[in-house]
């Protein structure tokens, strides 16, 4: 384990999954979501590909025994960037991250419904408090549907968000369950690729031919989700899952730095409360997983939790 190169790659993963969304939400007034989706999915495929090729995997990680495993991911997924990505047009970046981050605690929920895992009381309470913290996040749009077409359009983006969110975790159940069978590079490249086709069904409800400055920015959003998405990887692979994790919350400071500086978006204090809460219940999540993993490790070795 390299603990310092793992966070480095995770913060790295982070600030260029932020530069990404940055250019969607940039390009989101001009640009339909389903094809900034295609934007995003086919120019992370060279990079992948590139990757896979530095790593030796080539062709072997593209090989899959669960096919339609794979479609299964690619549906989920794509349907969870494309809420993702209507909601970057329709409301501040922080905001969208902040919601954005009640999909790790509905992973919690899903896990315990779809496979099996168990849900203890301190799990439940965590995840009820970052619910709450969605809730507060929440309440002035759900509030703002009969306040005038711009309160309406927010409110409906809020719930787009959460809907994101919600498909993000069903993505990540489903990488779960890959997992048993394939290799991480083949759930990386495949992803990418039934992202890509899939979004194409989008295109007869109106796509556009993208001016040269939003098709430049679609590209190298593709491309930093491609980089993004080989960071976030190695991460994982350098360090601990309870290390990497909380390095996630970085995505707030930095979402908030350029919606201030980029988008002069500046959060509001139920947001900021609402993130915070979100935040405390993941990173509670995280310490009690640690805690149990090493609990577990002295089991196996035969060592009482005393010692």
Known sequence: MQPVRAILLKLAAVALFTAMAALVKASS??????????????FAVPVIVGWLV???ELPAGLRTRDPMG?????????????????GLGLLPLPEVTAIGFASPLLVVVFAALFLGERLRLFRIGAVMLGLLGVLIVLSPRLTAFNGGAVAAREAMGALVVLGGATFS???QIQIRRLVRVERTATIVFWFSVTATVLSLLTAPFG?????PGEAAMLIVAGLLGGFGQICLTSAYRYGEAALVAPFDYAAMLLALGVGYF???EVPTPLVLAGAALIMLAGGLIIWRERQLGLKRGKARQGITPQG
């Open 29 to 42: 007034d001009a640009v339909p979501p389903g094809e900034a989706v295609f934007f995003r999915s086919l």
């Open 54 to 56: 530095m790593q030796g």
């Open 70 to 86: 794979h479609l299964w991911r690619g549906l989920i997924g794509c349907t969870a960037m494309g809420l993702n990505f209507t």
């Open 169 to 171: 975790a069903l993505a």
């Open 207 to 211: 796509w556009v031919m993208p001016g």
């Open 262 to 264: 980029v988008f002069a």
